[in-house]
């Protein structure tokens, strides 16, 4: 079935620094991929998604990109903040369909410190 | 617009009590759905709703129930409580057609059955 690996936790990072989590597939056909943010206590809110092959979602300085190739939607941004500090989500679900049963990964928990 | 509403938020059970979470949306949303989050795990799908009026299991759904009130409302049984279901519980909805690919969650409910 469908499923989604992402790197285990915790990263930790300072302020300023480069982030990237890994995240890879296994799905059939041509799902679309989304990265979920859960701030503590909160619940999950969508952070960026992108739909089809080399599609890049972008969001708050955050990027991924769609590799159909390597089946991968890695998550980076240049300059983290503290206010980034949350457990990040990736996620699967079907292409153009009005239902959407999404595929969660683990979860990769991000510290920034000052 | 309160969005995706959960009630309650903190629950103690001792095992072999029921209860029932509550989960209510305000976005005329079809599609609702319970997951549970625990440590390592990720999220995992307990029961969706496509629409009102239907129900289908998930990925986990022993020891659950589900009932679809209305369009806007979608509870979450125990009915005979286990240490197993130490978990904490998020609803969430999301649109029909397609053309949005979110999912909204609610704050969600941390149960402890001892």
């Known amino acids: 079935g469908d499923s989604v690996t992402q790197m285990e936790g915790p990263v930790t990072l300072s302020e300023e620094a480069f982030l990237t989590i890994n995240c890879t597939y296994t799905?059939?056909?041509?799902?679309?991929l989304f990265w979920y943010v859960q701030y503590p206590g909160e619940g999950l809110q969508l952070l960026l998604k992108?739909?089809?092959?080399?599609d890049k979602g972008s969001n708050k300085g955050f990027e991924a990109t769609y590799r159909k190739e390597t089946t991968s939607f890695h998550l980076e941004k240049g300059s983290v903040q503290v206010s980034d500090s949350a457990v990040y989500f990736c996620?699967?679900?079907?292409?153009?369909?009005?239902?959407?049963?999404?595929?969660f990964g683990t979860g990769t928990r991000l510290l920034v410190s000052p | 617009n309160a969005g995706v509403t959960q009630t309650p938020k903190f629950q103690v059970l001792k095992t072999g009590q029921s209860m029932t979470l509550q989960c209510a949306q305000d976005?005329?949303?079809?599609?609702m759905y319970w997951y549970r989050q625990d440590p390592g795990m990720g999220l995992r799908l307990i029961y969706y709703?496509?629409?009102?009026?239907?129900?289908d299991k998930g990925e986990v759904p022993n020891g659950y129930n589900v009932s679809r009130l209305n369009k806007r409302e979608f509870s979450l049984r125990l009915e005979s409580a286990a240490p197993s279901q130490t978990s904490v519980y998020f609803c969430?909805?999301?649109?029909?057609?397609?053309?949005?690919?979110?999912?909204?969650f609610g704050p969600g409910t941390r149960l402890t059955v001892t």
């Open positions: 996620a699967l679900g079907p292409m153009n369909t009005g239902f959407q049963k999404l595929v």
């Open positions: 992108a739909t089809k092959a080399d």
């Open positions: 709703s496509a629409s009102e009026g239907t129900t």
């Open positions: 799905a059939t056909g041509y799902p679309s």
């Open positions: 976005m005329n949303h079809n599609s």
């Open positions: 969430a909805s999301s649109e029909e057609n397609g053309q949005s690919y979110e999912q909204y």
